[in-house]
């Protein structure tokens, strides 16, 4: 009988160790797959990324969608810069982590990431994200960013990491940003293949002389408007009609004051009007072109101080007031003042 009860109790003690071995292993695995995922920043089919959300602390957002068309919406309104998604899209599938946080940094970081990180939500169909990343600062030697994951109920990791991408030496924060003039295409013609038909140049300042330059039913490009010994200069136009096909603003943030866009947009006489319109557009895609003060004094190669500035002019396009490089702009006009 005694036996019987040493053999039971020996085996309640095997059992017992086997069960707490078992649950060490099992939360072992547990901290190992937590640990794991923590540091799980990467997306390993950005193809099928179809949304991508981004906050910072100060209220500002951009939301980026995946359209059938060339390019993304953003904030369900404009046409995202393609160079911009496609360098989120490239971060996604690269990112690594490169270290963890030191442990004595652990603090400062976590305030910082909990205070000021940006919020990027990155969504592959559904209305819940397959990851969130929280976006810091950058390291000090500029080649990490403080990064940490949240779940699918936006809680936390644990330990944040420092994340860089893999081929890039460099801090990875500056892509995330919020600023919808920034995300904003810039594209203002856009006239991929043979898709333009008609272009005119209105010179308003020289009292309206308007050159038009057409492709026919058969392909051919008339001039109107040049005088009769330069219609014959076939390449000069045919170089002049395709540098329309694709014609860039520099940024939506044009730095007027509020009275002086209003002026811009109300009151100046443009000094140049660029129109076009592609093979099935009746009404035109327009721009209108100011002068821009220069900024410092610059001169001529005559030594004559410049009127106005070298580098940009402002422009008005679809009713919002822009700068324009006259580096685009100034191959359009030439040969035609």
């Not at 046409?79 to 990112?95: G, I, N, Q, S």
């Not at 976006?135 to 420092?162: C, K, R, W």
Request: a negative charge.
């Amino acid at each position: 009988m005694h036996k019987n009860l040493r053999l039971f109790y020996f085996l309640l003690l095997v059992t017992a160790i086997a069960a707490g071995l078992r649950y060490m292993d099992t939360q072992e695995a547990v901290e190992i797959s937590k640990a794991a995922n923590a540091a799980d920043f990467a997306i390993a089919d950005t193809a099928a990324v179809d949304k991508i959300f981004i906050a910072d602390k100060d209220g500002n957002q951009a939301l980026l969608e995946r359209s059938t068309g060339r390019y993304w919406k953003l904030n369900g309104t404009h046409l995202a810069r393609r160079d911009a998604v496609e360098l989120l899209l490239k971060t996604f599938l690269r990112a690594r982590v490169q270290r963890p946080v030191p442990q004595g940094e652990l603090g400062t970081v976590n305030r910082m990431l909990a205070g000021r990180g940006k919020k990027v939500e990155i969504y592959q169909g559904g209305e819940t994200p397959v990851k969130t990343w929280y976006i810091g600062t950058s390291t000090q030697n500029h080649t990490g960013t403080y990064m940490v994951l949240a779940d699918a109920n936006g809680q936390l990791a644990e330990e944040p990491f420092i994340v860089h991408m893999e081929g890039f030496t460099g801090f990875l924060s500056t892509r995330f940003f919020t600023d919808e003039r920034e995300w904003r295409y810039t594209g203002m013609f856009d006239y991929p293949g043979n898709s333009l038909r008609r272009v005119e140049v209105e010179l308003t300042e020289a009292g309206g002389r308007l050159y038009a330059m057409e492709v026919d039913s058969m392909g051919t490009l008339q001039v109107e408007g040049a005088p009769l010994r330069n219609r014959a200069d076939t390449l000069f136009w045919q170089d002049r009609f395709n540098r329309f096909r694709k014609v860039h603003l520099e940024t939506y943030n044009n730095h007027l004051t509020e009275a002086a866009e209003d002026s811009l947009l109300n009151r100046a006489e443009p000094a140049f009007r660029l129109r076009a319109w592609g093979q099935d557009e009746d009404v035109p895609n327009e721009i209108e072109l100011y002068w821009k003060a220069p900024i410092s004094d610059t001169y001529d190669d005559n030594g004559e101080l410049n009127e106005w500035d070298g580098s940009r002019m402002y422009a008005v396009y679809k009713d919002e007031a822009i700068l324009v490089q006259r580096f685009v702009f100034d191959p359009l006009l030439e040969g035609l003042r």
